[in-house]
């Protein structure tokens, strides 16, 4: 097997750690945290810029048509820079729909599998709490949900 980068792959993770390195220092970083909406306008604008909100849809749809290792290489550049800003949440996630389908395919594996032991068990609880933040408080602005309530009044 290769498990090498293709060129692209390896482009993109150049460009982004990059970017990252020159603009999201730990004093930019520290400013973007206390800061009243808690991430920057600015960075998610040069996140969109560089094509990394569409990295996992497919081209028909706007998207990179990335794979799950371009998804691999956005997540790992931007966790090594502490980058703030929900990417995950509201690329991967896509807010209170796939928090609540989560949330019933949680239920599912508890109840289907009634021999699961506590380690197990407590595991599934805790999920299940995380996936309700989400589920019941939204995303937040940068969400789907947000853009969709604010677009339609719901």
Avoid: C
Wanted: proline share 4%; charged share 20%.
């Amino acid at each position: 097997m290769n498990f090498d980068l293709s060129d692209e792959q390896q482009l993109l993770s150049d460009t982004l750690k990059r970017y990252l390195t020159k603009e999201y220092t730990i004093d930019a970083r520290a400013k973007i945290v206390d800061s009243p909406t808690g991430w920057s306008e600015t960075v998610w604008a040069a996140l969109a810029e560089m094509g990394l909100l569409g990295v996992p849809f497919a081209e028909e749809h706007g998207g990179f048509g990335g794979t799950a290792v371009d998804v691999m290489l956005v997540m790992e550049a931007l966790g090594e820079a502490l980058v703030v800003e929900p990417y995950w949440v509201n690329v991967g996630l896509a807010g209170r729909l796939s928090a609540a389908a989560l949330f019933f395919v949680n239920i599912v594996a508890v109840i289907s599998y009634p021999a699961l032991e506590e380690a197990g068990l407590i595991q599934h609880q805790l999920w299940g709490l995380l996936l309700l933040v989400p589920l019941l408080h939204g995303p937040g602005k940068l969400s789907l949900d947000h853009l969709i309530s604010r677009r339609y009044g719901a």
